[in-house]
């Protein structure tokens, strides 16, 4: 499944419609994605993302917790920019919330908050923000962005606005509380 920037379900939905979810919960470890997390008990990991974590309790349509690291070698999917290695988060939380802003199947965006955040004991940032699907479903999102080494890890919260935002948004809190770097990012 290939991750567009902003996570929107509908790219979420097309991606994992036949994917199987494992039920999942206590610390992993991605080597791989160099980092760690404490996953919630009664969530589902669907088996076939590869490149990140994907965790939904009930469909990533309505919800979903996306863990993943992206390569400082990469353009962002909207915008075709790049961060850098060494950049200050108020730098990194810009391009994000651009790359966001570009996405045109992301109707109606709103920018809720954008701030400097530690994330892994580390400078990082959060965002917050709302749009709609071409079906007038209204979402919410957590974005929180750190860089390390070469790699930009996000950890990202998503949800119906009604109901399943505020119903596991704490969840989703105490999963990036666990989050660790595991190794230094090459």
Not at 42 to 59: I, M, P, Q
Not at 129 to 157: P, S
């Amino acid at each position: 499944m290939r991750w567009l920037g902003g996570c929107l379900a509908a790219v979420l939905m097309a991606g994992c419609a036949t994917a199987s979810f494992t039920a999942v919960s206590g610390k992993l470890a991605l080597l791989d994605q160099g980092f760690e997390a404490t996953l919630p008990e009664g969530w589902y990991r669907a088996a076939a993302v590869r490149e990140a974590l994907l965790l939904t309790r009930d469909g990533p349509q309505l919800q979903f917790i996306y863990l993943q690291r992206v390569s400082l070698e990469k353009e962002l999917s909207h915008t075709k920019r790049r961060l850098a290695r060494g950049m200050p988060p108020r730098d990194a939380v810009e391009l994000e919330a651009e790359n966001l802003r570009a996405n045109h199947a992301a109707i109606d965006f709103g920018l809720l908050e954008k701030a400097p955040f530690t994330v892994a004991g580390q400078p990082g940032f959060r965002l917050v923000y709302t749009w709609k699907t071409k079906e007038g479903l209204r979402l919410k999102a957590v974005h929180y962005g750190v860089l390390h080494g070469n790699g930009l890890y996000r950890l990202i919260y998503q949800a119906a606005a009604r109901h399943y935002f505020d119903r596991d948004l704490e969840t989703f809190e105490r999963v990036r509380e666990s989050f660790r770097l595991s190794s230094p990012a090459s």
